[in-house]
């Protein structure tokens, strides 16, 4: 297994980058590689990629969701095997930390090879960064969902 850490300051609320991050749908606007995703319900999601010409389908499971704090999730269906957590810390009223924590199996010679570069560290880079810019454009969040998921 390989882990994946990176963190972007963005020069939003906490409320409104959390907010931003809830709406799963909107990821292929600052996701590189990401074509689509589906949310099936509260908890559920189907993913569609598309990475080094590889295409993959796989469904996920939000596993803990804690409003302004936390959302945890695994892949549940697919021949991806990933688990992250993204966390928000509120820095002042103005400015948030957003962590990224992903924990994945790479598949394949060229997901090893990327792996060993790391190409996949710049990659949830270069998304937080995109996310960033989005967020700060917009000033405000799509949508919200602020229900809690508790484990189990």
Request: no cysteine.
């Amino acid at each position: 297994m390989s882990t994946v850490r990176e963190s972007v300051e963005v020069g939003v609320p906490l409320h409104t980058a959390y907010n931003q991050w809830t709406q799963f749908t909107e990821f292929p606007r600052f996701m590189e590689g990401v074509d689509q995703v589906t949310q099936v319900d509260d908890r559920h999601n189907h993913w569609a990629t598309s990475i080094a010409g590889v295409h993959r389908e796989f469904d996920t499971e939000i596993v803990d969701q804690l409003p302004d704090e936390r959302i945890a999730w695994r892949t549940t269906s697919g021949d991806v095997q990933q688990q992250g957590l993204v966390t928000f810390e509120h820095l002042d009223e103005l400015h948030t930390r957003v962590n990224l924590a992903l924990v994945f199996e790479p598949s394949g010679m060229a997901e090893k090879a990327a792996d060993m570069t790391g190409t996949l560290d710049r990659r949830v880079k270069g998304d937080l960064q995109r996310f960033k810019d989005f967020i700060e454009q917009r000033g405000e969040a799509e949508g919200a969902w602020r229900g809690r998921l508790s484990p189990g």
